[in-house]
């Protein structure tokens, strides 16, 4: 059974900033990994979709990695900025399931 | 290029009571995706519809039923409603019925259950 992990839960950090925010599984047979954004009581907007086969996407200021083999991902925020505050998840797409399979989310906190 | 919209943003209900919430999906997208979300927990997989059929199930009970119209539009409904099902439920929308893409979420129907 498919688990994710997302670790620290939360994390306060003053602006300016490059963070990391991790996430682990269990089953490594994915297709794909996808990273989220979610505001308090808000949707989710998706920032990155990083494919089996790749190691990495960018978008910006952000950076997700993927190691497959070991049930790795991280998120990479450079220079962070109060705008960056908010949840962010991650999620797995199995091949058991097909089925979307969600972390609990990172809080991030980035003060002035 | 419109997004993922749903209906309605909040809403409350009592135990035992039914609901019905609504999505269209984004322009484009015939896959839809309904997920549970508790307070401080990711969301929990519910079911997905492709070309108006059911082709995956998450564990959640009969109760929770779904549609798909011709439009690709979606509702989920559910039945003799529990304090639990108190939730923020989202709805998300693809192309294709398997694996491929990212997913599109809408902002979420909030319900409370009294």
């Known amino acids: 059974k498919q688990e994710v992990t997302q670790i620290p839960a939360a994390l306060s950090v003053p602006e300016g900033e490059n963070l990391v925010l991790n996430c682990s599984f269990t089953?490594?047979?994915?297709?794909?990994l996808q990273w989220f954004r979610q505001d308090p009581g808000k949707g989710l907007t998706s920032l990155l979709l990083i494919q089996s086969s790749q190691r990495e996407q960018t978008s910006g200021r952000l950076n997700a990695s993927l190691d497959k083999s070991s049930g790795r991902s991280t998120l990479y925020i450079a220079a962070s900025q109060p705008g960056d505050s908010a949840t962010y998840l991650c999620a797995v797409l199995s091949y058991n399931t097909d089925k979307l399979i969600f972390g609990t989310g990172t809080r991030l906190q980035v003060f002035p | 290029e419109t997004g993922v919209t749903q209906s309605p943003t909040h809403l409350i209900k009592t135990r035992g009571q039914q609901v019905t919430l609504r999505c269209s999906s984004q322009?484009?997208?015939?896959?839809v995706s309904w997920y549970q979300q508790a307070l401080g927990q990711g969301p929990q997989f519910i079911f997905q519809y492709y070309r108006e059929e059911e082709n995956g199930r998450g564990n959640f009970p009969p109760r929770f039923s779904g549609l798909q119209f011709p439009n690709y539009s979606s509702e989920l409904n559910v039945n003799a409603l529990e304090l639990d099902d108190s939730a923020l439920y989202l709805c998300?929308?693809?192309?294709?019925?398997?694996?491929?893409?990212?997913?599109?979420f809408g902002e979420g129907s909030r319900l409370t259950v009294l």
């Open positions: 998300a929308s693809s192309l294709g019925a398997g694996p491929t893409g990212e997913l599109f």
């Open positions: 322009s484009g997208h015939n896959t």
């Open positions: 089953d490594s047979a994915i297709y794909n």
